[in-house]
């Protein structure tokens, strides 16, 4: 199988996630699958596994295209349920760990999930116990228990298994054969920003596609070893992650919880060679003062992204760490969660300040509000066209022709600028610019610039209100280890450094953001807390 990202015929491919695994046994074999704790299985036994229990959810009635859920942290159960779901033929629908009932129960309500698999305990909270009596959710019949105590109205993991005996042995087998790669795959709802979340339907077929171009541009090959912090839940653990895994023959090594000395404990033990996430995460372990007490010398290869991506973060996980391969790139669910991708030949200034340039077969613009694309380096709206577009919004037409155009192109409502070789610039969200005195203000430029002060870690800006300026701008830093640096010295500094208008009225040092699940830093709350301390 040729690696060239740019020419490869993608009709050589699998045609569906489900087809992907069947190819994974018969090309990896023996080769280790997935690990965690004392389970190390190989591609066969994986095989084995994940078709044990897509036979227990045909005995249990669930038919192709109908949707079962997914609600726990990052263990092998999970990577086995959702494989199964797709052997199955019918479609995955993730829950994110941090939700509460009423977010759980308005996605199972809107998907129509038949069965959810979760786990009666993580991080002190009872997934079973948030349902309550199921009284408000009519059309989910089942509760299986991935791990964890017992609970009433529930299917224990290994009770659930038993039903695989009750249909024939090449059941799933058969199941998996007759999907198409336009069969929906995922439903994987956003994080609901603005207004309830939206379901994005995802297919097979661009999802292997789109996740074949992701892993040939990074290099993961067969037997690379995969540290996966990124929840399952999220498009990037699940597709460029276990996906990924599958396609490549990598092992995929589950972590449900990012914690700096336990991550590079299991990157030593385990002789992890690849471990992607959010800029929060590298810089949290090159700043911890454990670092170099662990061997992380098999680390390799590393993918990240964000709107401020630090040039100095780069060279640091080049120098300090054993990263060869370091790639940036650009996606959103609607999107199949990836449409742009730096190349790992790109130098760490391209790497740092672009997303990277569109995979194949993709059209990315800068376009202005009539949707022509703008000039090279001026701003505009990221628009997006290909295979990797979802088929829309669940039940939900209107919000789906909002996002989508008559002309096939996705509204993503990022501000980006594009440079003449077509490397894209996310400068902002639409909706995080603020207005300080009828000037635009652009978060992620404010927050590049104080990155560059060389006393600071980390760094989010944002708008709050204000009554003489309409809004102004917020700064939360988090200080290098030995720093005594104050807000006052920050603010000083930043007069210096750029136009008054982007200057931070108020700076807060803290020594730690709030963080989503994924490890991106939670904005609202940052505001929350911001306009109250400044009232």
């Known amino acids: 199988m040729t690696t060239d990202i740019e020419s490869f015929d993608a009709t050589a491919l699998p045609p569906t996630v489900a087809a992907a695994l069947e190819v994974a046994a018969e090309r990896f074999g023996e080769r280790e699958a997935l690990v965690d704790g004392d389970l190390r299985l190989s591609y066969v036994e994986l095989l084995e ?34 494989c199964a779901i797709h052997r199955s033929g019918a479609v995955l629908v993730p829950l994110n760990t941090r939700f509460k009932r009423p977010e759980a129960t308005y996605i199972l309500n809107n998907s129509g999930a038949r069965l959810l698999f979760t786990v009666s305990e993580f991080l002190g909270t009872d997934y079973v116990e948030l349902l309550g009596d199921r009284s408000e ?7 299986v228990l991935l791990q964890g105590p017992a609970r009433p109205n529930t299917i224990s993991w290994s009770e659930f298994l038993t039903k695989a005996n009750e249909v024939p042995a090449d059941a799933a087998a058969l199941r998996a054969s007759a999907l198409t790669p336009d069969d929906l795959s995922d439903i994987l709802f956003t994080s609901g920003t603005t207004g309830l979340p939206k379901g994005a339907m995802l297919t097979h077929g661009a999802s292997v596609r789109a996740y074949w171009s992701w892993s040939t541009v990074v290099g993961l090959t067969e037997g690379d070893r995969y540290l996966i912090i990124n929840p399952f839940f999220h498009g990037f653990g699940l597709k460029s992650g276990i996906l990924a895994c599958i396609l490549m023959g990598a092992t995929n090594l589950p972590h449900p919880i990012f914690d700096v000395p336990s991550v590079m404990r299991r990157v030593e033990e385990e002789q992890i060679t690849m471990l992607p996430g959010p800029p929060t995460i590298y810089q949290t372990m090159l700043d911890h003062p454990d670092l170099h007490s662990y061997d992380l010398s098999s680390l390799r290869l590393s993918v990240t992204g964000a709107a401020t991506v630090p040039v100095e973060m780069i060279h640091r996980m ?3 760490m ?4 370091i790639v940036t790139g650009y996606g959103l669910t609607e999107a199949t969660g ?24 993709v ?31 669940i039940g939900n037409p209107e919000a789906t022709a909002e996002a989508i155009d008559d002309e096939g192109w996705l509204h993503t409502g990022d501000i980006g600028v594009m440079d003449e070789a077509g490397n894209l610039r996310i400068t902002d969200r639409m909706k995080d610019m603020f207005i300080v005195g009828g000037f635009n203000a652009y978060p992620a430029e404010i927050e590049n610039i104080l990155l560059t002060h ?14 003489r300026m309409g809004e102004i701008g917020v700064a939360f830093v988090i200080a290098k280890p030995g720093s005594a640096v104050s807000a006052a010295d920050i603010v000083a500094w930043s007069r210096e450094s750029m136009a008054n208008y982007k200057v931070p009225r108020h700076v807060f040092v803290v020594d730690e953001f709030p963080l989503n699940a994924s490890g991106k830093v939670l904005k609202y709350a940052l505001r929350e807390t911001a306009i109250t301390a400044t009232a």
């Open 338 to 361: 990836i449409a742009t991708m730096c190349r790992h030949t790109d130098d760490p200034e391209i790497i740092a300040n672009t997303a990277g340039r569109a995979i194949p077969d």
């Open 318 to 320: 080049r120098s300090e």
């Open 137 to 143: 959710l009519p059309s989910l019949e089942h509760v």
């Open 49 to 82: 596994r994940v078709d044990e229990a897509a036979r227990a959810l045909i005995a249990l009635d669930i038919a192709p295209g109908d949707r079962v859920a997914i609600w726990a942290q990052n263990i092998a159960e999970w990577v086995i349920a959702a």
């Open 322 to 325: 054993t990263f060869k391969t």
């Open 454 to 467: 060389p006393e600071l870690s980390q760094v989010a800006v944002l708008g709050i209100p204000d009554n």
């Open 363 to 393: 059209e990315v613009i800068v376009a202005d509000e009539n949707r022509h694309a703008v000039p090279a380096g001026e701003p505009g709206e990221v628009l997006i066209r290909g295979y990797n577009i979802m088929k829309g919004f």
